[in-house]
T-cell receptor, first 112, second 108 residues
Framework: DQQVKQNSPSLSVQEGRISILNCDYT??????FLWYKKYPAEGPTFLIS?????DKNEDGRFTVFLNKSAKHLSLHIVPSQPGDSAVYFC???????????FGAGTILRVKS | NAGVTQTPKFQVLKTGQSMTLQCAQD?????MYWYRQDPGMGLRLIYY???????DKGEVPNGYNVSRLNKREFSLRLESAAPSQTSVYFC???????FGPGTRLLVL
């Protein structure tokens, strides 16, 4: 039973345009959400996070939106750059415990 | 400051062989984790250690054992490797989870 789902295996975007990566979750007890970026042959790196008490968090070109009623979050990258091409993982956790549940990932390709 | 380091980077095993994957962090984090990544499955938690001296099972612990040797080091052992354990293994530490570069394991 996948508690965190990333339904789009891949996304292709033109350089300079917006990339929107989506993530859905089923467990209403999740209260903290994170996005990670992964390049080939490297470990994932933390990108941005959001607490369930917020509906938006912004960091430079990256913005995460949380819709708790829909159990949905999205990562917006504006403007997209070729260096953003990577696999993006959504993750969620419940309470103060540090265990994360990851989605399957979305491959983003930014074309120049 | 190396962050999270993992050894080896790549390993080939025969079915039934054993091996230990090593992980060390220099960020003074209490918590450490072992994940495996398989195509289409994302990252799945094998074992974790919330603090030195404690370990707990994650989502897919069968076939693995762990040792939290001290605050810095957390090792993962495969006692009798199986082809189903062919995967990329990542160690992570800390609440935000800083990841190591991974170990690619192939079990023939």
């Amino acid at each position: 039973d996948q508690q965190v789902k990333q339904n789009s295996p891949s996304l292709s975007v033109q350089e300079g345009r917006i990339s929107i990566l989506n993530c859905d979750y089923t467990n209403s007890m999740f209260d903290y959400f994170l996005w990670y970026k992964k390049y080939p042959a490297e470990g994932p790196t933390f990108l941005i996070s959001i607490s369930s008490i917020k509906d938006k968090n912004e960091d430079g070109r990256f913005t995460v939106f949380l819709n708790k009623s829909a159990k949905h979050l999205s990562l917006h990258i504006v403007p997209s750059q070729p260096g953003d091409s990577a696999v993006y993982f959504c993750a969620a956790r419940r309470g103060n415990g540090n265990k994360l549940v990851f989605g399957a990932g979305t491959i983003l390709r930014v074309k120049s | 400051n190396a962050g999270v380091t993992q050894t080896p980077k790549f390993q080939v095993l025969k079915t039934g062989q054993s091996m230990t994957l090593q992980c060390a962090q220099d960020m003074n984090h209490n918590s450490m984790y072992w994940y495996r990544q398989d195509p289409g499955m994302g990252l799945r938690l094998i074992y974790y250690s919330a603090s030195e001296g404690t370990t707990d099972k994650g989502e897919v612990p069968n076939g693995y054992n762990v040792s939290r040797l001290n605050k810095r080091e957390f090792s993962l052992r495969l006692e009798s490797a199986a082809p189903s354990q062919t995967s990329v293994y990542f160690c992570a530490s800390g609440e935000t989870q800083y990841f190591g570069p991974g170990t690619r394991l192939l079990v023939l």
